[in-house]
């Protein structure tokens, strides 16, 4: 092999790792984040989406009205409520784990409801099964089928149907 062909081959190689890069560093807040147009208004929404949560069986542990919340400090923002949601079956399996309670920082799963500025709402969350799939065992598996269960819900939002989410 002549030295002008392995510095060709070792060029490409860097190439190649450094557009890898450049490709995943642009498409990841794409992958980790997942919206959907909802076909409701804002409020209709909020309450189609609790509805469905509560038919899946989940709990709403919290809802923040952002809208609100930063009105009181002087801002002016689109309607947005964040919803921390919790499956207790998928929760204590988790954190019964000492090795698993790693990922306690991202429970319980959010969704947020948030208007733009044409007057359209959206349904926002993160991409669980993606972000799980890194930590493989336990917290894979049931950040996978929580996400499941999430993706009916929503599902049943958009859709008009009812969530089928196990309890």
Not at 18 to 29: A, D, H, M
Not at 30 to 53: I, Y
Not at 66 to 95: F, K, N, P, T
Request: contains cysteine; glycine residues 8%.
């Amino acid at each position: 092999m002549s030295k002008k062909t392995l510095l060709v081959g070792v060029g490409a190689l860097v190439l190649g790792i450094v557009l890898t890069g450049l490709i995943g560093f642009f498409s990841l807040p794409g992958m980790m984040m997942l919206e959907d147009e909802s076909p409701h208004s804002f409020l209709e929404t909020v309450n189609v989406f609790e509805d469905a949560v509560s038919e899946a069986g989940w709990s709403v542990l919290q809802v923040h009205d952002m809208q609100s919340i930063l009105a009181a400090h002087g801002h002016d923002v689109e309607a947005v409520r964040i919803y921390e949601l919790c499956s207790s079956r998928y929760s204590a399996e988790i954190l019964k784990e000492d090795d698993a309670r790693l990922i306690s920082p991202l429970m319980p799963c959010r969704v947020s409801i948030y208007e733009k500025s044409d007057g359209t709402t959206y349904i926002a969350r993160m991409n669980s099964i993606l972000m799980a799939k890194p930590f493989g065992g336990v917290i894979a598996r049931v950040m996978d089928q929580a996400a499941v269960d999430t993706e009916q819900v929503i599902d049943a939002v958009l859709n008009g149907t009812i969530a089928t989410a196990t309890r």
